[in-house]
Structures are given as C-alpha cells and as structure tokens.
DNA sequence: CATGTAAAGTTGACATATCAACTATCGATA
DNA sequence: TATCGATAGTTGATATGTCAACTTTACATG
C-alpha cells in the first residue's frame, strides 16, 4: 500500500497554502476595484477586452475567464446596462455576439489600470526576481496538471 | 516616476497565474466532492470541524474558511439538514453556537479522504520536494503580505 | 436537400458569496 | 446597577457561480 497518498503531506501543504492565498488576494482585490463598483470578475472581463478590438464571443470569455458560459451571460448584461461593454451581432454567425469593451469601459480600465500593477507589484514585492520566475514556472506546471487531470476525472462520467 | 509600477512585469505574470491555478484546482475539487454531493466549501468546513471535538464558533468557521459571517450560517443550514453537523448551544455565551461534526459527518469525511489525498498528490506531483517547500516559504509570505496590505486599505476607509 | 449532431446563448433553479441592518447577549465601566 | 460599545448570529437584497433544459443556428454527411 503506498501511505503516501492518504496522509497529508508537503505537498498538499503547497496546495492548501496556494488556494488559501489566492482566497486572500481575490477578497484584496474586491476592496481595489470596489472603488470603482467593480467586482473582480468584472474588472477581469473588461481587462479581458481592452485588447481585442473585435470583440470576443460569450463562449470565448467563459473559456477564458474560467467560468461557466450562462455566467458569462449575466455579467454581460450587468456591464452593458452599465455602458461600459457592448453586445454586437457576429457577421459569420447569427448565434453568437462578439462582447465589445465601450469608450466609457476603456476609461474606466485605463483609470484603474495604474492602481491595479501597482497593488500587484506590492502583494509581490517580497519575492526576488528569481524566485517570481521559479514560481512562474512551478505553478503553470501545476496548473497544466490540474487541467488535464479535471479533465480525465469529467471524461470518466 | 516609477514606470514599473504601471506596467505588468514578471510578478504581475506570477500573480495572475496564481489565481488561475487556484481556479482550475477549485473547480477540479468541485468535480471530486460532487461524488458525495458536497460542494467545497462544505468539504472544508467539515474537515475543519474534524478535529475539533468541541466544535466552532461560526465566526471562527467563518475566520478560517476566508468567508463571510453571514455566508456561514447558509452552509451551516444546509449541513444540518442533511445531518452531517450540529448547532450545540454554548454554556459561557448565549449568543453563539458551537458547530459540531456528527457521526455521519464523520464518515463522509473518512471516506472522502484517502480520494482527496490521492488527488492533492497527485496534482503536485510535477513539482520536486525542494521546489515544495520553496513555495511553501514563497506563498506563505505573499499571502502574510497580501493579508497585511487588506487591512491597511480597510483601516483607511 | 434532408437530417442529425454540435455549438452559441438564454433561462430557471439553486448554492455560494458579500453587505447592511437587525436582535440578542456580553462585558467593561461609570 | 445602568449604560454603552462590541460581538454572535440571522435576515433580506443582490452578485456570482453551477447545472440542466431549452431555442436558434451552423455544419457535416447521407
């Protein structure tokens, strides 16, 4: 029998210590953008968009923002209400809408924009350069774990 | 000026991807737990409680699970429903509740457990024990620092 | 062309999360 | 002891998130 896997160890340690963090972070994060009544996944989505000037689907943003697409739905109608994100109607496909970031949207992120690298950069500041690409590198190699192990566990059902 | 304070730099980078990764193994544990039909909040709340043969405030619970106070009491209604915890009434303190694990409770966790290991194991598993406990260190001290630089921005308010 | 299957988006039900405002109780202290 | 500020928990409003089921459209293949 391997013991291993049924006793905690150093690295389930890491993992609780890393998602404890990230807990920590996003609720700093909710208090930043509170400022400008943002929540976090809102700030993300237009941050998301101030790069692509076509637009991006809903299916896309779910993808990407690492979230169930009726989510993407409701946030969408909450930003637009709010002017600062658009719906237009795709050309190649009459399903879809291509999401567009607003003038008032690319206000709104410019102006937070200074804040926010500068909170990023603090929350950092006591790792060395070094350390921050050892990270880097350790944590996309976890993350592309986790993915391809979540994925083998929802292809099983 | 600090230019390097309004422009996303390598520590930026290491941020972003620690969310991320915390996203897809939350959403990874989320799949797991669905086995028993418990989300991962009330996972952890259980095996919190766990070890805990007197029980917990639920602003204790709510202090260690990083959440609100009021959101606890939801999770806790909805684990005694289905028996697996308990409201005992506190002797010193009329106005708190000592939430216990049940016996039932219990039992899910000891089942659950060996799997939840063999997961956390498993995802960390790319990553060598020197490079763990690098991490440990690393992410301990951007989350202390994380925790520090919140409160000072919710004193200013 | 017809038909079946997959994809984009919405909806409704629900869990999870925050916050403000509320009740009840505790504790310190005047 | 009376009072006042802090603490434990609940409630209601709302945002965020999942999922299953649905409509509409796209596309491949017979």
């Not at 200074?114 to 996309?140: C, F, G, Q, W």
Request: contains cysteine; hydrophobic residues 40%.
């Amino acid at each position: 029998m391997r013991r291993n896997l049924c006793q905690p160890g150093p690295r389930h340690d890491a993992l609780i210590r890393l998602l404890q963090t990230a807990e920590v972070i996003w609720e700093g994060s909710r208090i930043l953008f509170s400022r400008w009544a943002l929540s976090p996944s809102q700030f993300n989505l237009l941050n998301l968009l101030k790069n692509e000037p076509a637009g991006m689907s809903q299916t896309e943003l779910g993808r990407q923002l690492v979230m169930h697409k009726s989510n993407v739905t409701g946030l969408v109608d909450r930003l637009q209400k709010r002017g600062l994100v658009d719906r237009r109607k795709t050309l190649g496909d009459r399903r879809a809408y291509s999401v567009v970031i607003t003038e008032k949207g690319r206000r709104i992120i410019a102006e937070i924009l200074p804040h926010y690298y500068s909170a990023t950069e603090s929350v950092m500041a006591p790792i060395s350069l070094k350390r921050v690409n050892d990270l880097i590198s350790d944590i996309s190699r976890i993350m592309e774990h986790a993915h391809q192990l979540t994925h083998e566990v929802k292809d099983r059902k």
